[in-house]
């Protein structure tokens, strides 16, 4: 057997690796290149596996040779491999950023316990993307989960530790949903195995277990991926995080639980159970709407940046629910593509945020929090973060040219196709919400004066201005040229719909 | 792609972004030199469509050239080499860079093949001009730079809507002629309608282009007004209904121009004026009228541009175009004031100026028409336009009473780009043929029988001896340092009032109602201050108890649901 045949193992063997090694080596620098060297294989082999799909069709990969259902088996076809490229982007443009920023935001002794957590939190998040096996998926989610918490509690602010521990609180609870979810599946079906579940389920699937599954499923998933209304660990989380970690997590954690909804929704119960027998549509487009306007609309009155962004976020997981409240293949193709186009467009924004801080953070000092108070004037003395922050803001907002108005498009499409035209008027309020969330930066940063007596400050460092405007670019990029994100989204949309009927 | 398959548009955007880049002489070199390119640009095209892109399962026609849209990038090109000549003694860059990308946007809007297109570089207009808006620095220019932005926002959201209606029943983007009965049509009609300024969706003009600074003034008169009448010649021609709207449009700004003392906003209103003849041109829709549109476009750029200028640079040299404050500036910039007095001829339609060579088409077409009422209108308001643009503006500015002020004339590089507009107001006027020739019909039109030249002569005298009149006997409106309402009174003072007034309605019912009620019925506003306060419910985070309760309860309703629904 090759070595490109065992690309799958890979994928995770290599990051699950390199954070023990951190930790073992103990020095930062030393902890810094081997997580960083992880994460970039990890993106090249992400990919090669992307490619190979793409090229082949779908991959099984059996762990140590035990053939499913009783051996592990990672199975990747068009959708996860679309996430697992997203993940390891993401960490792999978070991680040389890190360094510049941590050094200003961690003290120096637990530099090596944080890039150990960094490692594990998107190995984690690779393995659920990957995993076809449910108790594995379950696995995973913890790992990622608990690295979080600790790389939550890191922030320098002390309200980093009660976020942190709010955090852990819910993010256990929805993890014992989700276990007593699989578990009863379990129960039923005697076997772990996705594929296995999934064709065993077809002849029980009204049984009240597997309903009470779906519904245990359901409720740990939206607290996961804060969904409306269990959405409201999320702002404290992001908020005093520090830097990196909010971008991290913001651009994948929820993405890849919004993942991992849908592979049970499409995969395992299918479509027919979950959305033409029960009425979730309507339930997941009102909470959808509520996401849309009312986090979009407390995200205005925010005064930290941090957390208007992370309200902002909540809002867009919104549009992610709404196309799939749609039960329809563009509505999911919606929901998909903007996993990508919403993570890197979050990412960037979190990662300038972070220069900013980072700029503002004197030599041995707190940083400080990104209000608004503090940004009065900031774009005369930071062009070029304030700008790419504008372009990110745009993206949320959906302007032609930038990766959010594809999806919004699609989103509109879908909705057109359904006859469902007031839908695209709530679309449309709920861009105007995020056109003056943005605004009220703009206005901060361009128009008011810088407070008196404050310090003139410089551009952020390239160190971390360069990770950020990657992310940035590819916000513009994926607005005009949309083959990787629109076809994949399409394709894997056709595939789940297909297969699920 | 070769040059000619790209919009010359892009010139124009991509290279507004080189000039903050550079530094003194290469920048003034640069300014006009970019232009000039531009200029190049647009010689080398071929008639056709090219810059086909596919683009989420759509065709895209960036760059579509015929004779509608060559003739609107000639003077759209040939404006922005103009106002950059104007720009060149600015220190700073944002006004020449946000200029020539508003340019750019407005000639890639009018190369546009298809309605996403379009709408791309229509919403582009709207936010690189409104910095021009705000480049004026005063508080107010920023307020009114807001509510510029919002309206012209509105106006690219109207087309975006009509254009997915009009995708959604026909399968096609493409922009050709809509009509109002088309889908979405009038969603288009509305979108064109309110860049345009028709009546009473025009307050944002007279709002927004005084507060912008001299600069900005001319970059803004020249593009986002032309821009709707291309599309509104695209999309509606010969839609009677544009004609009563143009002929008002062309009457009322008079009224309001008389009285008004800033002399800026006198321009304004003229130029709302002016519109009006372009809209009732495309509403008869013959030939003859559409030609005279699109010549109007063309002179009218220009000797507005010139009076802009020439109100400009008594701006910059005094401080002020407040008639009242003004006069005898005569004196002290002479070649200002020639530059001024043939813009003014050519907008008031003298034979052999430019104006007269557009205009009389609109009128001819008109007349041969049989728009009797129409007709009449279009001849007061010619009389009107004289008055207010063609008399006002010099005799308050450089004659009247003498205010005393001496300053400079204004710096060489305005005089220059006032200079070229002269020339090209006065060659039009004297030599119409080149310009006929460029029109989108074939013309078979004289503008100068002596019945044309008679008439308008006469128009002309009468409107000045009503002027000489008025003033001799001290009827004409003083002067006076007010400010007056427009219908934009409507919009930010009368319905803001009414909605308070239903507000307190409401309040006072509800606290008669129960004390109760009444503590509750504070209105949304300090609703949503009070909530934004340290631990309000906009700001302040859950407690933990509070979020489990949230999980439990959307624990239950699922498994209800599940079973009931089941």
């Given amino acids: 057997m090759s070595l490109a045949q065992h690309l799958p193992a890979l994928q995770v063997v290599l990051p699950l690796i390199s954070a023990p090694l951190a930790v073992l080596l103990r020095r930062g620098a030393v902890a810094f290149a081997i997580v960083t060297a992880a994460a970039w294989t990890a993106f090249a082999i992400a990919i090669a596996l992307w490619l190979q799909v793409a090229a082949d069709g779908a991959i099984s990969y059996h762990i140590g040779n035990w053939q499913p259902p009783w051996g592990i088996e990672y199975r990747i076809d068009r959708l996860n491999s679309f996430v697992l490229v997203l993940v390891s982007g993401i960490a792999a443009v978070v991680l040389p950023y890190s360094r510049a920023s941590v050094e200003r935001e961690i003290p120096r002794e637990s530099h090596y316990l944080f890039y150990a957590m960094l490692g594990l939190c998107f190995t984690g998040l690779l393995g659920i993307t990957i995993t076809g096996d449910a108790f594995n998926l379950f696995v995973f989610l913890e790992i990622s989960s608990l690295s979080t918490y600790v790389l939550i509690a890191l922030g320098r602010d002390r309200r980093a530790l009660t976020a942190s521990y709010q955090y852990l609180i819910m993010g256990s609870i929805g993890a014992t949903f989700i276990v007593i979810a699989i578990g009863l599946l379990y129960l039923m079906t005697g076997t772990l195995n996705l594929a296995d579940m999934a064709t065993k389920l077809a002849a029980i699937k009204s049984t009240r277990p597997v309903l009470a599954a779906l519904a245990f499923f359901t409720v740990g998933v939206s607290l996961k991926a804060a969904i409306f209304p269990l959405h409201q660990w999320l702002p404290n989380a992001y908020t005093y995080a520090p830097s990196a970690v909010t971008a991290l997590v913001a651009a994948t954690a929820t993405k890849v639980t919004l993942y991992a909804l849908i592979r049970f929704y499409f995969t395992i119960f299918g479509e027919s159970m979950v959305f033409k027998s029960l009425p979730l549509p309507e339930i997941m487009l009102v909470l959808s709407l509520f996401a849309m306007l009312v986090a979009n609309f407390v995200a205005i009155f925010q005064t930290n940046l941090k957390r208007l962004f992370a309200y902002s976020s909540v809002g867009q997981i919104g549009y992610i629910t709404l196309g799939l409240s749609f039960d329809s293949v563009h509505g999911l193709a919606a929901s998909i593509m903007h996993l990508v186009n919403h993570g890197i467009a979050k990412g960037g924004i979190f990662l300038l945020i972070g220069a900013i801080v980072a700029t503002l953070t004197t030599r041995q000092g707190m940083p400080p929090a990104p209000t608004f108070d503090r940004l009065a004037g900031l774009a005369k003395q930071m062009p070029l973060t304030c700008f790419g922050i504008v372009i990110g803001g745009f993206s949320l907002i959906g302007v032609p040219g930038t990766a959010g108005f594809i999806t919004k498009w699609h989103l509109i499409l879908a909705a057109i196709e359904k006859d469902q035209w007031w839908l695209v008027g709530a679309i449309l309020i709920s861009s105007l919400l995020a056109v003056t969330y943005v605004w009220r930066f703009v206005e901060v940063a361009y128009f008011r004066a810088p407070p008196a007596g404050s310090a003139p400050r410089g551009e952020a460092t390239y160190a971390l201005l360069i990770p950020a405007y990657v992310l940035i670019a590819a916000t513009i990029w994926f607005g005009i040229d949309t083959s990787f994100t629109v076809d994949t989204a399409l394709d894997a949309a056709q595939l789940l719909m297909h297969n699920s009927r | ?566």
């Avoid at chain 2, 071929?46 to 895209?60: A, I, M, N, R």
């Avoid at chain 2, 860059?93 to 093949?113: C, D, E, K, N, R």
């Avoid at chain 2, 060579?357 to 009389?383: N, R």
Wanted: aromatic residues 12%; hydrophobic residues 55%.
């Fill in chain 2, 1 to 566: 792609m070769t040059i000619t398959e790209l919009s010359p548009g892009l010139t124009l955007i991509v290279g507004s972004l080189l000039i903050p880049l550079l530094r003194g002489r290469a920048r003034s070199v640069y300014l006009v030199l970019l232009p000039l390119l531009g200029l190049v640009h647009l010689a080398q095209l071929s008639t056709g469509e090219f810059g086909v892109l596919h683009f989420l399962g759509l065709q895209l026609v960036t760059l579509r050239v015929d004779r509608w849209s060559m003739l609107f990038g000639w003077i759209f090109m040939i404006a922005a080499l103009i106002s950059a000549i104007y720009a060149l003694h600015l220190r700073t860059a944002l006004q020449t860079t946000a200029g020539f990308a508003y340019a750019g946007s407005a000639i890639g809007a009018v190369f546009a093949g298809d309605l996403m297109t379009l709408f791309i570089f229509w919403e582009l207009t709207a936010v690189t001009s409104v910095l021009l808006v705000w480049a004026g620095g005063t508080a107010s220019a920023y307020r009114a730079g807001m509510r510029y932005l919002i309206v012209q926002i509105t106006s690219g959201m109207l087309l975006f809507f009509g254009a997915v209606i009009q995708f959604k029943a026909t399968g096609s983007l493409a922009f050709d002629h809509i009509g109002l009965d088309a889908p979405g049509g009038w969603l288009f009609f509305i979108a064109f309608g309110i860049k345009c300024a028709f009546p009473l969706l025009h307050t944002w003009l007279q709002d927004a282009y005084p507060e912008a600074s001299e600069v900005g003034t001319v970059f803004l008169s020249a593009f986002t007004t032309k821009l709707a009448i291309y599309a509104l010649a695209r999309g509606f021609s010969g839609t009677e209904l544009l004609i009563p709207i143009g002929a008002i449009m062309t009457a009322f700004p008079i009224f309001f121009a008389v009285i008004e003392n800033d002399l800026r906003k006198v321009l304004a209103y003229s130029l709302n004026n002016q519109l009006g003849f372009m809209v009732v041109g495309i509403g008869i829709g013959t030939e003859l009228s559409l030609n005279g549109t699109a010549a109007h476009a063309f002179t009218h750029i220009i000797y507005k541009a010139l009076l802009f200028m020439s109100m400009g640079a008594v701006l910059y040299r005094v401080g002020t175009v407040k008639g009242s404050e003004l006069g005898g500036l005569y004196k002290s910039m002479p070649l200002t004031t020639v530059f001024c007095i043939i813009g003014a001829a050519s907008i008031s339609g003298f034979p052999l100026f430019s104006g007269f060579v557009s205009k009389s088409m609109i009128l001819s077409a008109a007349g041969q028409g049989a728009y009797l009422i129409t007709w009449v209108t279009l001849l007061f308001a010619s009389a009107g336009v004289f008055h207010h643009s063609g008399i006002k503006i010099p005799y308050f500015g450089f004659f009247g009473h003498d205010s005393g002020k001496r300053c400079k004339e204004a710096p060489v590089n305005m005089l220059v780009a006032m200079g070229i507009a002269a020339i090209l107001c006065v060659g039009i006027g004297v030599m119409p043929g080149p310009l006929y020739a460029m029109l989108p019909y074939p013309v078979v039109f004289e503008p100068y029988t002596a019945s044309h030249v008679l008439g308008q002569l006469q128009l002309l005298m009468f409107s000045a001896l009503a002027f000489s009149i008025l003033m001799w006997t001290r009827i004409y409106p003083p002067e006076l340092r007010a400010v007056n309402l427009d219908v934009d009174w409507l919009w930010r003072v009368a319905f803001p009032s009414a909605w308070r007034y239903g507000v307190g309605l409401w309040e006072s019912l509800l606290a008669s109602a129960a004390s109760v009620l009444a503590a509750k019925s504070a209105n949304i506003c300090s609703l949503v201050a009070r909530h934004r306060q340290a631990d309000g419910l906009l700001i302040r985070s859950w407690p933990t108890r509070s979020m489990a309760m949230w999980v439990m309860v959307m624990l239950l309703a699922y498994l209800l649901v599940y079973y009931i629904g089941k």
